[in-house]
């Protein structure tokens, strides 16, 4: 008996030193907030425990705790991204339908302040504290678009910089700089945020198709995902020097950073986490989510990724697959 419970508790100290990698990635559950229309980025507001996910012609807001609606944002015609800035009490939503817009909300009561004329296909969005700017792209447009969160949300303008490629997303590194994908162009475009230009456009080979963007700022990475061939690129941010590439799903459409690891997820129901061991980089797991999975938004506090996802009806070959009515669901991974 005394051996047993020897072995026993060696076992039971092993387990709470094991590194966190190895305690492994999985779904721990699945909201149903409802609602109808596809689905973009996924923005995570984790000190007030919400989530703001575009649905196309309207932006949900819900709890991160229970999955509860807590408001519908509505009035967009092709929603994309959201960018909150609490300091002033706003949050920014593009809207890439018609000639592009991003609209301004109150971020207590949700209200609509106003709609910022912008560039064709307003896509991704975010905000960068270090120079205190709203920063979005646009596909159509080719260009990246900055503003100050304070801006007249009726008559602002914004500042556009041309980047030389249609843009999917984009990381900042809190100093000046932000690294934008150029899908069309393999290549991932720098601009300094100070003088307005373009610095440099590196190429992601051996990856191509660039649309997921992650930065870690500390180490001098980003980590890139990119469609064809289906890979994670590893790029130093001071250099432009790939310095890993590693197998991803199919139809990646976002990546992440945090707390050291990686994250890619895809269409194909698949969530990979990538981490680094003695300066190289390896597939720590891949995470079985579902179909339609490919977009995210990680809270760094409670290390909950959501990934928001439906039910697909069949669809013709070359065509992409439409959610069935009724099925849109939130899927909560951690470990």
Known sequence: MRCNRIASLAFSIALTMMPLHAQGWRVTQTFHPGGEGGWDYVTVDGPNHRLFVTRTTH????????????????????????????????????????????LVFDLKTYKILGRIPAMPDADGIIY?????????????????????????PHNGKVTTVVLGGAPEYLAA????????????????????????????????????????????????????????PQKMVVMNTQTGQVEASLPIGMGNDAASFDHGHAFASCWDGTLTVIGERHGSFQIEQTVKTASGARTMGIDRATQQIFLPTAEMLPS??????????????ILVVSR
């Open 173 to 228: 590194d809190g100093s000046g700089k932000v690294y934008v994908n150029l899908e069309d162009k393999d290549l991932v475009a720098v601009v300094d945020l100070h003088a307005d230009k373009v610095l440099g456009r590196w190429p992601v080979a051996p990856g191509a198709h660039p649309v997921g963007m992650a930065i870690d700022p500390s180490a001098h990475r980003l980590f890139i995902g990119c469609r064809k």
């Open 128 to 152: 960068d504290p270090g120079t205190d700017l709203v920063l979005a792209v646009s596909g159509d447009g080719n260009s990246l678009m900055t503003f100050h969160p304070n801006i007249d």
């Open 59 to 102: 932006t949900q807001v819900i709890d991160t705790h229970t999955g509860a609606l807590l408001a519908d944002i509505a009035g967009q015609v092709r929603s994309h991204g959201v960018a909150l800035v609490p300091k002033v009490n706003r949050g920014f939503i593009t809207d890439g339908g018609g000639s592009g817009a991003i």
């Open 316 to 329: 013709a070959p070359g065509h992409r697959a439409q959610p069935k009515p009724g099925t849109f669901e």
